[in-house]
């Protein structure tokens, strides 16, 4: 009996002990919920005039304790029972915008994207949106584009590796407010070679939408500046060979060979007197055909009266050494024409002036 | 047969009783004695200033050890000191003085009073140092502030915490200096404008940014190299860009616009938006279709610089990107 007694109390005890750790499935907890539906989540997109739409909110939330905002000033937002209510008014910028509306409750939370339109821009450049290609000259130069747009065009853009464009003014077109005359300058083209840049119009009211076209500069003509023996003069002409007149002679045998049978005390030099003054030239020579008395440092000096001179450039490094091998220079320029040409050796690859140089043939040519 | 079940009873009564015989917790197991919050280095690095704000406060902490509350109040004093500044700089850089940490300079904080009292029944006073200014502080060097208990005022104190170096750290929206930040390169080119050899490079790097002030970091130029960290002083100082976030643009409001400047030396000309190098700072939420999102912190930059006046500029079009957890950061 006893024994039935202990083990109904420990049975007894377990039991309780048992049912005191069942949960609680009677007791109703009010869950708060809040939920956009799928539909009223779609993206909405207003049209330039702004507009009205709607995103259903199923909530037992009170009204209070929810929210719904906009992240930006055009979007406006309301909230009323079952709904939300997203407004935007007009949008007067020629590019669209786009902002987010947030409809949360706690950790909560659901997101609609909204775009708006914006006015519609265009930008030509002489008529055209690409493509417009203005040919220049090689030589220094002005040009200019007609530019219609209603957008505020302030950026020209032209690129570091074609720079030889320069933005010079912008004027306005009378009575025709959308519409802009560009002037650009261009700089010489110092080159055989045509040369283009890419210049692209952009407006900050939309960075997006941008115009561009093309100058297609012609490459430098070069004409060879017919020379004649007695245009040709040297301040230390060798007296037993190399006159100055085979430098024109077409003979890559002959040659022009300064004094190695006497001494001045200056460098030595070959000087051309021009017919007519130019203001800059490329002059090309070929070497004799031999190794010794090759100018390595060389002056280019000039001068308009043959009494007060300039040095146009002074060449120390890239001159031919070799036999019969030939140099052509780049363009040089002088600030005020020219009629007078030297070229004054300082140095040669057997010595330094004053010494002795040679050379087989002599050319100049001018920018036509 | 009853005595059996009576000494079963009283021996589960006994270990039952026995089992809950607490420690005696009643009693204070320690001595009651101030101390200064520290790690075991005694530096206490654990508080960030915010820089988007023009102050912001951080707290010297001062603890009462002891398994109670106390039950009398205890004070508390402060002082300046250097001892633990001095030893943190020789044991970390020895002779090299250029990288030695400063103490944090004057115009940068005030702290309105050194002196207070734990109350009875109270465990900590927390002393307030107001920071400002802190944008002039350089990103690259370690700040601290050192303080100790001054003796005369301060009741019983442990001699092992009288002493603290209070590290400075200060954070933007953008980066910290708490922690090392990189963005990382996507979609990006980086083109050389010579027209004899126009390099262009994709870079898939990232880039450590730096605070500077409430809407400024520095980063380096382009793809050039941080390096070694420790010996980067003159690097940042040629090839560092400071980019400064600005309002909102008018297009899209999780962007901003930015302006992009030399730190130092660097020639940098900021170019006019292109395309998606707009010259934002954008907050990018890239959605799936189930509803999630990745937040990213974009920089957007479209510019070029050059390290010297002989070179050709580089032409940066790049994306720097983080991700990162909008509610991580509420926390």
């Known amino acids: 009996m006893k024994k039935n007694i202990l083990l109904f109390g420990l049975i007894g005890i377990l039991l309780s002990g048992v049912f005191s750790c069942a949960p609680d499935y009677e007791t109703e907890f009010e869950v708060k919920s809040l939920v956009v539906p799928d539909n009223s989540l779609a993206p909405i997109s207003f049209p330039l005039e702004g507009g009205e739409a709607q995103a259903l909110v199923e909530t037992n939330v009170e009204l209070a304790n929810w929210s719904a905002s906009s992240n930006a000033e055009w979007l406006s937002v309301s909230k009323k029972e079952g709904s939300v209510t997203i407004s935007a008014g007009s949008n007067n910028t020629y590019a669209p915008r786009i902002a987010r509306v947030t409809i949360e409750y706690g950790h909560q939370a659901y997101y609609i994207n909204v775009t708006q339109k914006g006015n519609t821009p265009f930008l030509l450049a002489d008529g055209l949106r690409n493509g417009a290609i203005k040919s220049v000259s090689a030589g220094k130069t002005t040009f200019s584009v007609l530019v219609k747009s209603n957008l505020n065009v302030d950026h020209f853009l032209i690129p570091d590796t074609a720079n030889f464009v320069h933005l010079d003014a912008i004027t306005a077109v009378e009575g025709k407010p959308d519409e802009k005359t560009v002037t650009f300058k261009v700089d010489q083209n110092m080159s055989r070679n045509a040369r283009s840049s890419t210049i692209t119009l952009q407006s900050s009211d939309n960075y997006d939408y941008t115009a561009s076209f093309v100058v297609v500069q012609s490459g430098i003509v070069f004409t060879e500046i017919p020379l004649r023996a007695d245009m040709l003069s040297s301040n230390a002409q060798e007296v037993y060979e190399g006159p100055s007149s085979n430098l024109l002679d077409g003979d890559p045998g002959t040659f022009f060979h300064s004094a190695w049978s006497f001494s001045i005390g200056e460098a030595h030099y070959i000087q051309v007197k021009l017919d007519e003054p130019i203001s800059g030239c490329i002059f090309w020579y070929k070497n004799r055909n031999n190794g010794n008395g090759k100018p390595t440092d060389v002056s280019i000096m000039v001068s308009a009266d043959g009494e007060t001179w300039s040095e146009m450039v002074h060449i120390t490094s890239g001159l031919p050494t070799g036999a019969s091998e030939t140099y052509e220079s780049n363009y040089y320029s002088s600030e005020t024409p020219f009629t007078y040409f030297r070229f004054v050796v300082n140095k040669t690859n057997d010595g330094v002036a004053p010494t002795f140089f040679n050379m087989a043939e002599l050319r100049m040519y001018y920018i036509q | ?331």
Do not use: W
């Not at chain 2, 654990?46 to 001062?62: E, M």
């Open chain 2, 1 to 331: 047969m009853k005595n059996r079940i009576k000494v079963i009873y009283c021996t589960l009564l006994g270990l039952t009783l026995g089992a809950c015989n607490s420690y005696d917790f009643e009693q204070e197991q320690y001595r009651n004695e101030i101390n200064l919050l520290s790690n075991s280095q005694l530096i206490y690095d654990k508080q960030v200033a915010d820089l988007s704000k023009s102050n912001d406060t951080i707290y010297l902490v001062a603890g009462l050890s002891g398994t109670q509350n106390a039950d009398k109040s205890y004070r508390v004093a402060l002082m300046e000191a250097d001892s633990l500044l001095k030893a943190y700089n020789k044991s970390n850089y020895d002779i090299d003085v250029s990288r030695y940490a400063r103490l944090l300079p004057e115009a940068c904080y005030t702290i309105p009073y050194l002196e207070g009292n734990i109350p009875a029944g109270e465990t900590q006073l927390r002393i307030p140092v107001y920071l400002q200014n802190l944008e002039k502080l350089s990103p690259d060097s370690i700040y601290f502030l050192d303080y100790q208990i001054d003796p005369s005022g301060t009741d019983a104190f442990n001699p092992k915490k009288k002493e603290v170096l209070l590290r400075i750290f200060k954070e933007n929206e953008f980066s910290s200096t708490k922690q090392n930040v990189y963005y990382n390169y996507t979609s990006s080119y980086i083109t050389t404008l010579d027209l004899n050899n126009p390099l262009v490079r994709r870079p898939t790097s990232s880039n450590q940014v730096f605070p500077l002030g409430g809407n400024s970091v520095r980063m380096m130029a382009g793809d050039e190299e941080l390096g070694e960290y420790k010996t980067g002083y003159d690097r940042i100082n040629e090839k560092s860009i400071v980019v400064t976030i600005g309002g909102q643009t008018s297009k899209n409001p999780l962007a901003r616009k930015v302006t992009i400047e030399p730190y130092k030396t660097i020639d940098v000309v900021q170019m006019t938006p292109f395309e998606m190098y707009d010259n934002t700072f954008l907050i990018n939420i890239i959605s799936t279709p189930d509803g999630r999102a990745t937040y990213y912190k974009e920089f957007r930059l479209h510019y070029k610089y050059r390290l010297n006046e002989a070179d050709p500029y580089k032409e940066v079009k790049a994306i720097l990107r983080m991700e990162y957890s909008p509610r991580a950061d509420l926390l």
